[in-house]
């Protein structure tokens, strides 16, 4: 019998084997029908939904992302500050990525760039209030479950 190759979904990259649709996205995987439209796990859309309503008051929605993500990331992959005039920000290292949210008073901006060997690599790509939520929420799946973690449980704490 012929063992799963695992490849790369073509919609967000996660690692997929021989399944019908992504578990993180819920894109279908080339060379297996459509039975249905894709859909996201269920954990993914509830801890989606929590980011966009929790953007109404960014300072508390970006201490509550940390906060609990604090006991799935190593330590020092989480990093607040504060200065004069620029307002707050918190940094989350996932694996190759760091996203960057900085707020000041009510707007918020949030940054996704790749790293090596503890350097910033390509751009810095600024992610959209419509979007950010997802793309975050898929990456700390992804992260999570390359450590070998429970991804459901980590998103489940957003």
Not at 66 to 87: E, H, M, N, V, Y
Not at 127 to 141: H, I, M, S
């Amino acid at each position: 019998m012929a063992e799963a190759r695992p490849t790369e979904c073509s919609n967000c990259g996660a690692p997929v084997t021989a399944e019908s649709t992504c578990r993180y996205c819920g894109s279908v995987v080339k060379g297996h029908p459509a039975t249905s439209k894709p859909r996201l796990a269920p954990e993914l859309s509830a801890a989606i939904e929590r980011l966009r309503a929790g953007q109404v008051n960014p300072a508390s929605l970006v201490d509550r992302i940390a906060d609990g993500l604090q006991q799935s990331l190593p330590k020092g992959a989480i990093k607040r500050s504060t200065s004069f005039g620029a307002g707050r920000r918190l940094e989350i290292r996932l694996g190759t990525l760091v996203y960057s949210f900085r707020f000041d008073g009510r707007i918020l901006t949030v940054e996704r760039q790749s790293v090596a060997g503890g350097f910033a690599v390509g751009m810095k790509d600024a992610l959209p209030a419509t979007r950010w939520p997802e793309q975050f929420v898929k990456d700390v799946a992804e992260n999570a479950d390359a450590a070998g973690q429970d991804w459901r449980a980590v998103v489940l704490r957003l």
